[in-house]
Nanobody, 115 residues
Framework: QVQLVEAGGGLVQSGGSLRLSCAAS????????WSWYRQAPEKQREVVAN???????IYADSVKVRFTIPRDNVKNMVYLQMSSLKPEDTAVYYC?????????WGQGTQVTVSS
């Protein structure tokens, strides 16, 4: 069983930056993929960024260049570094990891970007 805990959300002005973190406890296999999703009010949940165990990253078009998804394999942590934030980035952000054939979700952290 894996548990994920996100942190780092909050209120930021448009153009600002935030760094979200996600810490995993439990068994993370060497082959894994981490992702950040987000869900804005009255919108479907969408994937923001992925990073595989070999470091391959994929970003949603809406966040390319502005967001990065670094990871720390030793600490079993992943981050979402967000810059040039826009009001449309306002959402609950969720961390996930796929490992051992299972997908685990964190509880989410709210990010609010004011205009």
């Amino acid at each position: 069983q894996v548990q994920l805990v996100e942190a780092g959300g909050g209120l930021v002005q448009s153009g600002g930056s935030l760094r979200l973190s996600c810490a995993a406890s439990g068994s993370i296999f060497r082959i894994n993929t981490w992702s950040w999703y987000r869900q804005a009010p009255e919108k479907q949940r969408e994937v923001v960024a992925n990073i595989t165990s070999v470091g391959t990253t994929i970003y949603a078009d809406s966040v390319k260049v502005r967001f990065t998804i670094p990871r720390d394999n030793v600490k079993n942590m992943v981050y979402l570094q967000m810059s040039s934030l826009k009001p449309e980035d306002t959402a609950v952000y969720y961390c996930t990891v796929v490992t051992g054939g299972n997908k685990y979700w964190g509880q989410g952290t709210q990010v609010t970007v004011s205009s």
